[in-house]
Structures are given as C-alpha cells and as structure tokens.
C-alpha cells in the first residue's frame, strides 16, 4: 500500500481503473494530496495523533464500545477521566434492559450521516455487539439497511433503517423494532457519525485490505487501482464500507454486485476486524497512548445513560488484550422481498442460530414464534375415549406460549399416544413444542414430506396431560422410545437432545467475489 513511484504498470498486481466519476485520473485517488473537504491532510496534527482512539472508535462503529472502553481506560491513566465522561453526548429517554453484573450485554451501534447537507438523520450501518465479560467474548452482526421488517412504533412494515430516522424518538423505535423482529434485548446505545470514523481510521494510518482484482463503487465513489494488500486512508475506508454498488472487473467487463447490502454488510466487517487488529497493536505496543484517544471518544459519539463509568473501566480491563481475530461476525442470511426485489425479507429459519448467539441460546435453540402449529384431537375416533376440546385447549395453551397458532380439528385415527409431525429435516421445530408438552415418556415424532416447511401439526392423543410455558432443557428430556403410528408415517429418532454446530462465521462467504477485504491464506496483509 506504499507510494510505488515510478510507473504504475511495473507492478503487474495494479490495474488502472480510472475514476468512475469521470474525473482526470493523472494520479491514483489514494496517492493523491488532500485537497478542499479531504480529511488526509487536512486533519490537524492533534488529531492525526490519536492512534489509540482510532481503535475503539472503529471498533464502536463495527466491533462496538470498545471506543469508549479504551478512551476512557486512557483518560483513567491520565488522571483525568470523570471529566471527560462527564462531557460525553448522551442520549435521553431510552428504555433499555439491564443485565446482572458479570453477564453478557449487547450493545446497538448505529453510525449516523451528519454531515453537511443531510436533510434527515440517516443510518445504514445498524450493529449489534454481544459481549461477554466472563468469557471474554465479541460477537457481531449487521442490519442491513434494505431489511424489510414490521416498525415499532407504526406497525407497518418498512426498512429496518427507517424506525431511527425520526427528528426525535428514534433510538427507542429502531430497540423496540429490534426486539419485536428478532427477540433481541438491548442494554446499551452507542452512536458513531461518519466523520468520526474517516478520522479514526487516518488515526491509525489507514486500514490495510486485500483486493484481488479491480473494484469500484459508483455510488459510493470507491474505486482501487491497486490489487494485493490495499492501505485505505479515512475517505476511501467510508467509500468502502459503504459501498452497496459494488462492481468487479472481470473477462467480459464490470460485473455488478447482485447482493449489494448484504455483500456489503460482510465487507463492512471484514473492515472492522481488520482496523481493531492495527489499532490492537498500537495500543498494546504504547499503553500509554490510549490518553491521546480520548477528545475523539467523547466528541464523536453518543451513548446511552445507563452506561456508567465504572461499567465502561471493568470492560476496558477485561478486553485489553483482547485478540482481533477472536471477533465473530455473524452476516444475516436473507431472501428478497416479494414485493420489491430491491429490498430483503430475513430467512428465519437460517438465521435462528445466529441471532441466538445475541439471545443467549444455544445455536439449535427454535423460537416458539418461528413455529406454526397446528393442533389435532386423536381422541375423537373412540367414543369412549374422546376428550372433548382437547384440540382447542391445547391450541389455546401454546399460543400463550408464543407458538403461531392454526385452528384446531380432529384426527381421524385414534392416537393413545400423543403425536407431533414435522417437515422432513425439521426435528428440531417438533421438539421445541415437545419441551412444553409434560410427558414422562419421550413424544413420538413422525417425519411426513406432505407437511409445511416451519409447520409442526400435534396430535393429542389420549395420554395427554399439559403443556406447560418454560421449556424443558434439551438435556433433561425423556430418551426416546418407540411408538405405534399410522401406517403411512415413519417415527423419527431425533425428538430428544441434539448436538447443533456452531454457525457459520464471515469465514464461509471466501467464494464469493464481491466479498472483498481479507487476505488469502498464506498472505500477508
């Protein structure tokens, strides 16, 4: 990423792009001198210093208050840190949960364009940060920003950016919209604006990134004429993250970014973990530089008032020595929209164990609203045995506990036992409405191809006893055992404990083109 000098095409990794707003391109954007508006040399030598606070700020942006985390360490060691806590914007009327001291928190990171010109507050980076102070843990995801969800405040269905782009209020509608969507509880805000992040970023002397071959964004004005390991200054690191007109030069010309908010999300944290490694690296080589960071911190950002300085010292103690490439970033899996391709619908039943890294669940753990059920009496072909409004009150106990509910009927077999049929490859749905089903034996399920995908259809026989609201845990479930079934069904074995992988981390998005940033194996960058 070094000035080269000399001619361009010596080096056979550089391409030359030209500047896809049609300016003269007599010099590569990135080596040119800072000129009116540019924060490359134009920004003060006072500000240029702050190595440290470029960390954590970039890490708010992205990877979350690890800013304030190590500003505020930083202004501890220099004697002056309630000052400068005091001095911090915050933001007024949040209802926000709290956590038990030690226990994990998420934190919601919104970066927010407030330069000159805007006409609304507007966000297209909507971040969730987990932390865990136990387990030293980071964990990531992104919001993209053409999410179609339902709004908080509203009820009407609209991008996910929308519920904070208010004149007042928004912070809590985009919380309430995250936790009504997504089951996500948020303990703490944090807001970044895109200024602060072209310093942070020059802060530390630019962001290295792996570019393999031509790139540009007409949008966003990105554009590389250099391929391999890419330093990328202030402005050309906001161009890039917030790029969603991505194209690639390919045999047959520029190749458009078919994906362009989520490829975008994942580059942009890619771009994260990257800018947290050099920052890390400052920091641990020259502690005491961490005071440097802290008029930054506290003039760039927003937080929320429950976030209390003593809260702020613990996490920077913990965290210190944290290791970037421990960051896990979790991309959203999503669909297009039915209505508007241009727009994306979350793919529920992919993305479940990923958002419950940010729940604390287990990665196989099922929320009972992604489950549709349907409820059958199997008592109603034996007289004598029938149970009248059986199907009705135990429709009417699983909604309460969250279940989507169809209208109940009758079986027109005779089930002693009582039943639960799943789509083939969806155990999991049929057992989580077996832990609510009190049982001292373990409940038959039956993989049927005719069932809905996200379906689970109970057939209450007449063992029935109750359901009750709080899960059984997976490993206290009853061992499998078998059961007579109709003649057309098969009974599957997986309706007790179940061992679920991790999910999946950026690290599976390496075939995709688009998804530029990281360096290959063996590289270095």
Known sequence: PDDRGGDPWRDPRQVRIGDPRGEPTGRPRHARSAGPGDDDGAVSGSRRRRHKRSWPQRLVLGAGLGLVLFCMLGASVAGYTLVKYESIDRVDDVDLASAADGEPENFLIVAVDTREGQGSRNTDTIMVVRVDPKSDRLALTSFPRDLMVTIADTGETGMINSAYARDAGGEQVLIDTLKQNFDITINHFVEVNFDSFKQVVDSVGGVPVWIPYAVRDTGSGF?????????????????????????????????????????????????????????????????????????????????????????????????????????????????????????LLLDEAEAEPMLNVFRGLAPGEIRPGLVNVSVLNGTVADPAQQREGLATDVSGALQKVGFKMAAPDDADTLYAQTTIIHAPGEEAYAQRVARHISSPAAIPVVADPSQASGTVTVVAGVDFTTVHEQPTPIEAMPAPAGAAQPADTTVSSASTTTTTAPPPTTDTTAANPYIVGAPPEGAEC
């Open 223 to 343: 554009y590389s004429e250099d391929l391999g390991c890419v330093n990328l200054d202030g402005a050309r690191g906001l161009e890039f993250v917030r790029s969603r007109k991505m194209e690639i030069l390919a045999e047959d010309g520029w190749e458009h970014d078919p994906l362009s908010d989520v490829n975008r999300v994942q580059r942009q944290q890619i771009f994260i973990q990257r800018a947290m490694s050099k920052a890390l690296s400052q920091v641990k080589s020259n502690p005491l530089r961490l005071r440097e960071l802290v008029d930054i911190g506290v003039s760039n950002v927003r937080l929320d008032p429950n976030l209390g300085l003593g809260d702020i010292l613990d996490l920077a103690d913990r965290f210190k020595g944290f290791d970037a490439s421990e960051l896990e970033a979790y991309p959203l899996p999503t669909v297009a929209y039915p209505q508007d391709e241009n727009r």
